[in-house]
């Protein structure tokens, strides 16, 4: 590395790549196996399956900020094992109830469609979403829940959650759900983090406790990348997440 960035005149960073697969970067080129890759205009890198067998160095051309890497932590097996758990409990707690789930866009898209192919009761399915905009000067940031079309009166309501953090926006989502009578009304979450977590409230169905580190993929986004991987990747230890 260090050979590298005298060669450029200034501060060359290797990465070894078989632990990492994603991270951020803020630069104008990066060399992979000495191909050039202009980023400019992104500022998440993939690296193939392909390079990470091949355990590649990147090297990073000044100038660059490294600002983000993320690891991989749950597999593709692990989600589908957790997500079969919380079927099974479902399809045996649901039964003859004919429930309504109703999942919280957009994170729990995977979440959902997974869970769907599990379920062997009857079961309806319905998609709410927050959408935030800019209020009045008093008001400032405004969240509104759309979507929500469904009757819940004396309906049993399973929300569906990719993950729950502080819990705000799930209580929030209780207290609107709750104002509509639903006969009963229950949580599913794939992803719980019992550190930050500082309600009140049951969250009756937990897909797995995970420690209070941002995490993408399956759904979760960062900076809306990263919905479309099939894994879930944390963020590594010597990152913050701003
Ligand atoms: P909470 O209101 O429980 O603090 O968090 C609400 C939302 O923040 C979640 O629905 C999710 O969209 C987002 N969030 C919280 N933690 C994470 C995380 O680790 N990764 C991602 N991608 N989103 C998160």
Redesign the pocket.
């Given at each position: 590395a260090e050979e590298l960035a005298n060669a450029h005149g200034g501060t060359a960073l290797s990465l070894d790549f078989s632990k990492t697969t994603s991270l951020d970067v803020e630069a104008t080129d990066i060399l992979i196996n000495n191909a050039a890759v202009n980023i400019s205009r992104v500022n998440t890198i993939d690296v193939t399956l392909e390079d990470w067998e091949k355990n590649i160095l990147i090297n990073l051309t000044w100038p660059f900020v490294l600002i983000k890497k993320f690891i991989p932590y749950i597999s593709e097996k692990e989600i589908d094992e957790i997500i079969s758990t919380l079927a099974d409990q479902l399809n045996k707690d649901f039964e003859g109830k004919n429930p309504l789930f109703i999942g919280?866009l957009n994170?729990s898209f995977m979440f959902v469609s997974d869970l769907m192919k599990k379920m062997k009761i009857d079961v309806e399915l319905s998609f709410v979403k927050f959408q935030s905009y800019v209020g009045t000067a008093s008001t400032g940031k405004v969240s509104e829940l759309i979507g929500l079309s469904a009757d819940l009166n004396k309906r049993h309501v399973v929300i569906l959650?990719?993950?729950?953090?502080?819990?705000?926006?799930?209580g929030e989502l209780l207290d609107l759900l709750g104002s509509e009578q639903p006969a009963s009304l229950s949580i599913a979450t794939l992803l719980v983090?019992p550190d930050?977590?500082n309600k009140k409230y049951v969250l009756h169905y937990v897909g797995k406790n995970i420690p209070n580190?941002?995490?993408?993929g399956f759904g979760?986004?960062?900076n809306e990348l990263g919905r479309n991987l099939k894994e879930i990747y944390q963020l590594a230890d010597n990152n913050q997440h701003d």
């Open positions: 919280v994170g959650e990719d993950i729950v953090d502080t819990g705000n926006t799930m983090k930050v977590f580190k941002f995490v993408v979760l986004d960062y």
